[in-house]
Structure formats: C-alpha cells, structure tokens
DNA sequence: CTTAGGG
DNA sequence: CCCTAAG
C-alpha cells in the first residue's frame, strides 16, 4: 500500500512524466517525512508507519524495478500515469459514458414501457415484436431475458444488418431481420428502409476502422467486466441467435413502436432529450493514442431529425424511428469517419462537412483537453450534461402505482454488432475502395450492464424515472467501457488491425460483439490494501447496491417514496471472474491505456439548446442544468476522511484520485466541499445536523485531521516567518 | 486544470 | 452543488 508515494509523486513530478517523479527528491522526501510525522496518520491508522516506510521503499524499488516491483501498487496507475491515465480516461470514458447514456435511455424506457405497460409477461422467447415490446420487461425476469436478447441480439447477424448505434436509438427498426425469417417481410422491410439503407451506406461510408481502432482488446480487458465472463457471455450468445433474433428487434421495436415511448427513449426521438445528436463532435484523436482517440460530442438537433431524417416513411409506427435512424446515421457516420480525421483532420467527408463547423469548434476544446491529460474535465463536462438530460428525462411520469415491483434488467453487456453489407442484407460490409477495406458496422444497442430497481407500488412513476435515473447515473458515475469480443473471445490487441484480427471477414457478423464494460478501472484483488479505499470501488458497487434516491425526489419534489435502489453494476460479477485480464500483462498496462474508443458526448453546442425545442419538455435546455444531488454516504465519507488523514486539505485531486477515483461522479470540487461541510457539520449540534447521519468518530478525525493539516499549512505557508505571523495575529 | 472560497 | 478568481 503505497499511497502516499504516489500521490506525493503525482503532485510533484507526475504531471511531466514518469521519470520527474523519481527525480523530485525534495518534496518527495518532504512528502514522506510529513507523513511519517503526522499524527493522524500514526494514531487513528494502525498502519500509516509501516506504509509510509513501504512507500519509500517501494518508490526506491520501484526504480529498480519498473517491472512489478511494486505489486501493491500496481493496481493504480503509476504516477506517471497521470497524464497518461488521465487521457486514458477521457478517451475511454468517454465512450463509455456515451454507451451509458444510451444504456440508460434504454433501460429506461423499458423500465417504464413495464410499468407502464402491462407487467404482462411474455415469453422472453416471443418472436412477435409488439408483444415483446410491451411485456418484455417486467419484473425480475427483466434481467433474464434481457440477457437473451443481448446475447441474441449480439451474435444475430440478421440483425446487424440494420441495427442501430445507440440504444436511444434503439427505436431503428431492424430492416433485414426479417432476412432469413420471412422473405415477404424482409422485402417490405426492406423496401421501407431501402432509403434509409442507403443513407446508411452513404454516411456510413467505409470506416470500420476507426472504430476497431478505438475498441482495442485492451478496453475489454482492463475492465473489471472483461474477462472470461464476457468471453462466455459472448460465446453463449450465438447459440439461440437466429431463433430470436425477432426478439432482438421487437425489444428495440417497443420502443419505437409504443404509443407511449419511455420518456427517456422518446426523448430522442422528441429531441427532448439532445444527448444524441445528429450533430457529433469529433475532437482531433490524442497526439498519440490509436485507441482513445475518438471523443465525440453529440448534439442531438431535433429539428434537424426531423426534418432531415430518414427520407422514407418507414412504418407508420415509426415517427422516431426517422428521426433515430437518421441521429444514428450520423453517429455512426461520424464516428466512423472520426478515422479519417484523425489520419487527415484537414479531410473532410463529404457527409461531414455539414458538421464541420460545428465539429471543429468542440473539437478543439477536447484535444486541449486531451493534451492536458487529466481526465476529471471532460468527465465532468460530460457528466454534467448527462445529468442533465437524465433529470429532463426524470420529469415525464404520471402517477401510477403497481404493486411493489421489483424490476431486474440485466443485460449480458453485450452488445450486438451489426454490420450491413450494402443494400443486401449482408450484415457486414466490406468495401474495399482503393486502399483501404471499410468494414461497415453498426450496434443496435447497449444494454445496461445491470440494473436492479426495487420500487414500492406506492411509488409514482416520477419517482421510478427518478429512481431509473439515479441507478443509471450510478453506474455512468463509473464510467463505461467497451470491449470488442470476436468468436466470442475479447480481443485484447488493440494495435491489431480488423484484418489481423480477423474482423471483417465474412464470418464477421456472426463473431463480433461489442460488450459494455463498467468501468472499474480499479480492481480491488490487485489494489493494495491501502491504497485500497473501499471508496475507489464504492462507486460502482456500494452505491450501486444501495440508492435512495429519497433525497433526490424530495428534493425535486418528484415523490418521497421510499425508494430503493439497488444496482449491481458488472463490475461486480465480472471483477471475480474476470481475472485473466486483470493479471494478465497486457491487461495490467490496458488499463492505464485502456482505449474507450466511442465516446459520445451531448455537445453543449449552443445551438443545440437554440435549435433543440426540447418538444415536449418545458424547459429548454439550458446548458447546464444542475447535478443530481448525490449525498454522501457514510462509507463515502469514511474515504474521504482517511483520504484526508493521509494527504492532507489542500490537495483534492489527489484526494480524489486515492479515495474516489472510481467515482467520477465526485470532483475533487465535489470533495473539497463535502469536506467543508464536514467540517461545519462536525462542529455543530448533532441536532442541527441533517441528512445521513454521520458517525461521531467520523466527525472526531475530521476536526482532529481539519486542525492537523490546517496547522501544517501555516507551517509551511508562512513565508512570513513566525515573527511576522505573530505581529499579525497581535495586532 | 487545480485550488480555494464565497454563494 | 455551483461559480469563479487565481495560479
């Protein structure tokens, strides 16, 4: 447990490189004689001695050995990581957070399409779409059937044909999955989404290979989720694939067709929501990242889809569909081409140069970004923006009261890839122009890791948004990866090309799956025990387990029901059995660099807001709408207690990357300020105190570290010796 | 981007 | 939590 060491290296030299933090040796011993000197450290921790003197010498042996010196330490990210990390985090993250949007939306809708809807009980196996759509997702089962269809729905090569990118898009409507069930409907379909299916084609262009690029083996590994049990899920997948591949389409299919589209769903294809845009934000790729590079900001421009959408009529169900297949054109599109950017950003295509403007400017703010390297920025951004569209979202419902439902949705994490092979029905296309094989792709949809969702019958359907919302933020807090999964095993060779890696051959469709990964970027079996806090995986498991969003509701007014929420992100479930990746080498150093590829990002593009008439939503989105009120929960605060006890009051970052890294929805801002309370909070009556109670003991060492770091800081501070201090304090 | 503070 | 000035 090497904490301390790092953290000291990362404030000193760590922002340069690796190498600066060894070299740093007098704050660095500073650091440490802090350390060992300090009281909180000595008394309250049974341990701070021994640490500390481990950390010296691990950073000493550390030199010695880059290798696996340090196995403690390991599991965080070298200090020289941090700029690195930092880029590895905004280029995964960020298309994790996109997928979780997604995911969110999806789930989200079905969530309340079961609610709503009948908690009917179909088969999970039902082929017929309307049916599906309206039971599928009810009660526990959720999670099970869920599960099937993702796993269908990921090795249906059918389906790929026309799936959509998003899960908000969900609403695509599967143009060839008929292909192979029923001729008749496949020509309708087919004829229906023939325009679409060029459009496709068109946007799309060939440019499958940004995306390989960016979803490298090492997103799949790094992950917590990666693993075997991906792997497996991946595999298992394909067995019952063309049999249910109705089903896949139908789930997607509810979410167009339903009258009532989930709200969140809807909102894409409303424009209440912007998260998905038509309009997507592609910043340069990182200066040298193959991986990550792609960051992309989607602004949904609903009059745009409208509009512009896709040109033909499609099913009569399907306003959203027009406008979601167009959005997910354009995602895809953008996302593919985002490749030929990053190769030649002066190129532009043709279908892009209606975005350019608009792309570039959002463009340039995230290379800056990028360069920095630290992660927290974007995130934040993003976040800020997602939770935005999440609370809009929340704000749909209409009181209903169901038993006490207890939904489960699970999704295997897999997500289905579909490719399309020109206007056939061909899944996968692969074009090859003059030099270059594009591989055409194309995912229906993400599914939530997992979701599970206890709310009473009492509860309203507000209250359920709400708390779908808060479970959904949840796992986005952690952040999301993706993992490309090929013949059911992950492809870990992010450097590989398709070719290399055998995607894109005809056998493609049928063996490539994309997995969403919560991102636990910590592993807690490697993690020091130290360094360890539990606050690192708090955020993906705890929180998950337990949500109550009583705050929140209350706070909006939405309802004070109880509600409970319990997530359990993949995390979770993969993190055992996904060790491999974990210990694996080349996991170990994924993860650090571990590419998120997709990131989609709702752009704070100002015309977004102008141009977006959130349709129904009564207010327009203003950019930034406030965060979702997340209260600390004791164990948070226990982290940042002992964060605190070791480092100190004046460096949050580091706090927050030793006790919260995992929990992106916390800044160091965000700890800053908890701390501040805390400190208040300590020194007043326990009566006047609000919220969760925190411990006494808690509050104790936060007056007891608040006074210990203060005096440190005088200490250090005063430039103006103890003379000059003493004269101002006199007089 | 971080810190530090006020709101 | 938000917003901002400073660095």
Redesign the pocket.
Known sequence: PPPEEKTKAE?GGGRASTPARFGSGTSHEQRNHQLLTNPLLNFKQPKPRAEMVFQKWSSSSEMESCGGGQVPEMPRVPKSARGKR?VRKKEAQSPAQMSAIDLLATVAGKLFDEGAGSLGNTSAGAPALAAFAKDALVKQEQCDEQMKLFKHEATDQDSCNESAILPHIVLQRVVNNARNEDPKAKSEVQDKESSMISYTKAELGCNFGVIADRWSPESVESGAFTGDAVARLMMTAPAGFHKNAPEMYSLLDSMDVDVKPPPLVSSDSTGEMPLHGDKIHRSTSLPRAPKGVGFFAVDRDDDDDKSSGCTHPSTATNKDFTSNCKAEYNRVRKLLTSKHRKVAPARIHKSDLSYSDVERKPSFRYK??HT?Q?T???T?KRR?LF?RHLALASEFGTANGKGNTKVAGRNSNAVSLEANKGTNSMPFQKSCGSNDCHVKLRIKSFNVPELLVEIPDSATVGSLKKTVLEAVTAILGGGLRVGVLHHGKKVRDDSKTLIQAGIGQDDMLDNLGFSLEPNCTQNPQVQAPEDVSFLENIDTTEPLARITPADSSSKLGEVDVSQELALTPLAMNYQGSDHDSVHSPGAVSSRDKDSRALFLVPAADPNAGAVVPANKTKRSPEQ?H?????P?SVAEVEALVLAVEKLG??????VKLRAFDNAK??T???L???W??LVHTASISPQQRRGEPVPQELLDRVLAAQAYWSQQQAKLQPKTPSLAEARLLTQ
Request: hydrophobic share 15%; aromatic share 12%; proline share 0%.
């Open positions: 404030g930092s800056k970004m920095r630290r927290q920025r974007s934040f800020k939770d930034g406030r965060r979702i009120r997340r600390f009051t004046g460096r949050w970052r580091d929805h916390r160091y801002v965000d800053k300020d908890k501040k309370t």
